[in-house]
């Protein structure tokens, strides 16, 4: 009986062992035990534990709110409504007629100018330039004749591109040069002439006329053409080197002196890269030059010669010894504004992007 008691006490010990095996994944925490060893409060409910944890992998946000999410999500795949859409290119729309009608605006002075200069002076003095548009068949070439067979308009356009053309050249060269020699070279009282340079922008041509006027008459130079390129050119200075020194400076220091270190001299550095990279402004500054000795009047009609005037000159004489020479001065002022923007329009690109350097790194 003693061996009969003994036998079943090792099944009894079992319980106690496999106790501890069964509560080792509750040591996890109560978000890592399965719907099975949840305890009884899940037993003989599979469905609600299914549908438990669906709901907890969903989120609490989005219980109940299944139609909420799905048009959210289609509204996400669609992007703005078509009333959203609608008003953006309508809106867009309006600005573009905006632009195109100011561009009218603005070009209906150049327009009136090319259609008076395409007409008859008896049309012109029957009626404005806007006859063209209801009788097309008014319009003629014979102002155009005329105009190149006077000597002095188109003496005075030629005149006009000789002092245009130097000057800016003049203007440009010596503004680069010393725009680089301000940026990156260093010398005694840099910073104070660099502050000269700046106070000569506010410097008035007027100013100088009678002081120049009288050197130039000591010299020689007065009424010449080289009185003239030398007058602009030392007015243009200031602006240009003002202009380029302050985009100089904007060039990385590691790209100088990269070069310096393969062996490149200043020249070499200068024209090797700060030109190519400064081509914006300095084309910004070849049309601005170009534009302001080609438009000038007051120093051409001080410092110019009277025989060889240039063209605004000329077109001002013309007012006066011929004040109904209307078939002259419309199509010569007509050439003389269309050069200007036949430049402008050729360096478009240039000028935007010399305009636009530095505005966005």
Known sequence: MSGTDATPDPPAAEPTYARPAQAEPSQAGPSHVGPSQAGPSHVGSSSAGSSSAVLAATGPSHVGSSSAGSSSAVLAATGPSYAARASARLAAGALRVF???AALFWLLPT?????????????????GWWQ???APSRLTADNYERLLANDTITGSLLSTFAIAVPTTLLVVTLGAFAGYAFAWLEFPGRD??????????????????????????????????????????????????????NFFAEIPRELLEAARLDGAGELRLFARVVLPLGAPA??????????WVWN?????????????PPVTVA???????????????????????????VVFFAFQRQFVSGVMAGAIK
């Open 99 to 101: 632009l195109v009608v």
């Open 111 to 127: 327009l009136g100018l090319l259609l008076s200069s395409l007409l008859s002076p008896t049309d012109l003095n029957n009626g």
């Open 132 to 134: 063209v548009l209801t």
């Open 192 to 245: 104070w002439l660099f502050l000269i340079v700046v106070g000569l922008l506010v410097v008035p041509v007027q100013v100088a006329l009678i002081p120049v006027s009288e050197l130039f008459g000591a010299i020689g130079l007065f009424e010449t053409t080289a009185g003239v390129v030398l007058f602009h050119t030392a007015f243009g200075l200031p602006f240009a080197v003002f202009l380029l020194r």
């Open 282 to 291: 300095i084309a910004s500054l070849g049309i601005f030059q170009f534009l």
């Open 296 to 308: 000038d009047m007051l120093v051409a009609l001080v410092f110019a010669d009277s025989a060889h």
């Open 315 to 341: 077109l001002q004489q013309q007012v006066r010894q011929f004040g109904n020479n209307i078939d002259v001065l419309a199509p010569g002022a007509f050439l003389s504004m269309a050069v200007p923007l």
